[in-house]
């Protein structure tokens, strides 16, 4: 199985010569088409090597393409505009068995792109798009985000805790919401300090945010903010304070500092629906993964997970922790999301 990086103008090239020797010889009979079972991806802002959103969605994907023994192709945009392009010189290809769209910036593209190919199979990640070919991943960030909130607000000792958020989108608002409240609900008399840096690629603004927190006494911040978040580790080392990691568990990233990590459930959602679409059996439609669904919410409740964070974890954390995610499950806790704010 082969992993390869495409450009665009590579793309758009072969379809380019495709359409030119179509041109030359119009009348000459056409062989059957075998159309080549191939996975195509198109990443978010900030391509791969954002050690969460990105990297933990394509891991999905290539686990699926390598299990079925098929090449998987990546494309990473530029910016925003290059997306609706992206998306359309794959499918024009006729090679791809599924075309995975990471991201919900990518939704309005998708949108276009899948009304000219019918045909093709799609899957979006984080977000929606009400058409018969695609399938849209979506999660409940807001459930996971209540049980990291829950931790830092037993384990602050100022009562003074951060949210630094990348951009100021709904779905962002939506880890902000659970978060908050889930400080709320174990820790009444903490303060959440909330910034937005206004990336996903971002590094050193995301640094700049979590210093500037730390400087004010905030002692654990809470980042959703894609490769902005790599910033708000340093800064927790520089400062000597905590963090939690988000998507995935990142804590081997800095491990005397990220006490934790929220687990959004991403490479197993995209596994599933990758190998779904590659065997013929994806459903299209909006499929919907929270804690009731399985996901964990938290990383040290992952089957078998071994810990790499350092700082210690008491136990009355964990347990309150576990206490949480059942309510949720159980319904008994009914958790805001970005609607609410």
Known sequence: MKERRVSRGLVSACVALLLAVSLIAPACPRPPVVPVMRVGVVTSIGGLGDKSFNDYTFFGAKAAAEEMGVPIDVVEPAGVGDFEGLLRDMALTGEYKVILAIGFLQMDA???????????????VDGVVHKPNVTSLTFRENEGSF???VLAGMMTKTNLIGFVGGMYVPIIWRFQAGFVAGVKWVNPDATVKITYVGSFRDPAGGKEHALAHYGAGVDIIFSASGATILGVFEAAAVKDKLAIGIDVDQSHLAPDYIVASMIKGLTPATYHATLAALKGELEPGIAVFGLAEGVPGICFLIPDHVRTSTVP????????????RQMIIDGRIDVPDEHDL
Do not use: M, S
């Open 313 to 324: 974890l008491p136990e009355e954390v964990r347990a309150k922790v576990i206490e949480a």
């Open 110 to 124: 998708l949108d276009i792109v899948a009304a000219e190919f019918p045909d093709q199979t799609f899957i979006i």
């Open 147 to 149: 049980l990291v909130g």
